[in-house]
T-cell receptor, first 111, second 115 residues
Framework: GQNIDQPTEMTATEGAIVQINCTYQ??????LFWYQQHAGEAPTFLSY????GLEEKGRFSSFLSRSKGYSYLLLKELQMKDSASYLC????????????FGAGTTVTVRA | NAGVMQNPRHLVRRRGQEARLRCSPM?????VYWYRQLPEEGLKFMVY????????ESGMPKERFSAEFPKEGPSILRIQQVVRGDSAAYFC?????????????FGPGTRLTVL
């Protein structure tokens, strides 16, 4: 299985930048996903990384280093609506349909 | 284009009763996944189904839990003789099929409370 670690909580100010780190251990890496989940709602897809490097999508970017078992999600120009839980999920090559999720990082954006 | 639908959104059961959770995948998706989320914990994989087939149920408890995805109609997650520890949010996701970059789209979840 996978061990996926991410911080429990982070707080930042509106307009600032926040970086959410995720480390993982897996025998056969086959992709890493970031999801956003507002309280009481469905997780929604943010990004997917399978190769090393940075993927940018507007205010959100995700980085992957396979050799280090490390990813981060970067949220720029924070808005109040970005207050949510951010879930890191890893897929293993042996079971390429199964996502293993971290416990999530709750980000609180303050005015 | 409707997303993944789940019903009911909230379900209250007494210990010993049965809970039935329904999931209709996105249009065109034939792969369904069920996850459970306990408070303060991450989503845990339970079962993966294709139409009429259970592909992987390794994350589902062996007793009291069952899942199906019939040829017609929604996928059903069934919990018999519920206990308080079954209280959780149950999420369904669907996709076009496994493979690199295959994105799973999640439904809004069913929050089960066992009294």
């Amino acid at each position: 299985g996978q061990n996926i670690d991410q911080p429990t909580e982070m707080t930042a100010t509106e307009g600032a930048i926040v970086q959410i780190n995720c480390t993982y251990q897996t025998s056969g890496f086959n992709g890493l996903f970031w999801y956003q989940q507002h309280a009481g709602e469905a997780p929604t897809f943010l990004s997917y990384n399978v190769l090393d490097g940075l993927e940018e999508k507007g205010r959100f970017s995700s980085f992957l280093s396979r050799s280090k078992g490390y990813s981060y999600l970067l949220l720029k120009e924070l808005q109040m609506k970005d207050s949510a839980s951010y879930l890191c999920a890893v897929r293993d090559i042996a079971n390429d349909y199964k996502l293993s999720f971290g416990a999530g990082t709750t980000v609180t954006v303050r005015a | 284009n409707a997303g993944v639908m789940q019903n009911p959104r909230h379900l209250v059961r007494r210990r010993g009763q049965e809970a039935r959770l329904r999931c209709s995948p996105m249009k065109g998706h034939s792969h369904v996944y069920w996850y459970r989320q306990l408070p303060e914990e991450g989503l845990k994989f339970m079962v993966y189904l294709q139409k009429e087939n259970i592909i992987d149920e390794s994350g589902m408890p062996k007793e009291r839990f069952s899942a199906e995805f019939p040829k017609e109609g929604p996928s059903i997650l069934r919990i018999q003789q519920v206990v308080r520890g079954d209280s959780a949010a149950y999420f369904c996701a669907s996709s076009l099929g496994p493979g690199t970059g295959d994105e799973q789209f999640f439904g809004p979840g069913t929050r089960l409370t066992v009294l």
